[in-house]
């Protein structure tokens, strides 16, 4: 299946030979629909609302790069608790951007041939083929990123389901060496 094959749930597609000299700012508001359907697609229950300010802008040669998406989104959700499966309210505000390369032709020979190196610290590099680009798909795919992966109410502490629920203040570095024997110590009777 080819990436066109696809339906983005939230799709703004955009051309990039469009960016205005002082660059381009495109609101972003999902729709109720949309909303539905990213919900299903992240397995939640639902999507409240997704809005994202977006701004496009032509890098200068020296740059790496040739475009840079810069986005500022604001999204509800619900999530379900992973203790106890009811809904929990989350609110994201997240910032992200990302730089556009253009290669020319179809990008599978020098995918075969260019080796890159990746760094926690640069900013994410998307290669892409043509000026046309999904912009509501990267802003999914980051709420995706954003959301918590083990959503918690806050009345969960402990013992809900016969388990304890440790934290990380509760994990040692050091755990104390037991020996094995020690249990048939309280075993020993006493005469």
Not at 44 to 57: F, G, N, Q
Not at 71 to 96: G, R
Not at 163 to 176: F, R, S, Y
Request: charged content about 35%; proline content about 3%.
């Amino acid at each position: 299946m080819s990436k066109s094959d696809i339906e983005n749930e939230f799709s703004r597609v955009f051309n990039l030979e469009l960016i205005k000299k002082s660059g381009t700012i495109i609101p972003l508001d999902a729709a109720d629909e949309e909303c539905e359907k990213l919900a299903k697609r992240f397995s939640i229950p639902k999507v409240v609302h997704l809005k994202a300010k977006c701004s496009l802008k032509k890098l200068a040669q020296k740059d790496v790069g040739d475009y840079r998406l810069s986005v500022e989104m604001d999204a509800s959700i619900v999530q379900n608790c992973v203790v106890t499966l009811e809904d929990i309210n989350e609110s994201i505000i997240d910032e992200f951007s990302i730089v556009f390369q253009i290669i020319e032709g179809d990008g599978e020979e020098n995918k075969a041939t260019n080796e890159i190196d990746f760094d926690a610290q640069e900013q994410d590099i998307e290669i892409i083929t043509d000026k046309m680009v999904d912009i509501g798909e990267y802003v999914a795919e980051y709420l995706s990123l954003s959301m918590k992966p083990y959503p918690r109410h806050d009345k969960v502490i402990g013992n809900e389901l016969g388990h304890k629920i440790i934290n990380e203040e509760d994990v040692t570095l050091g755990a104390e060496k037991r020996n094995p024997f020690s249990v048939l110590k309280d075993l020993k009777h006493k005469t």
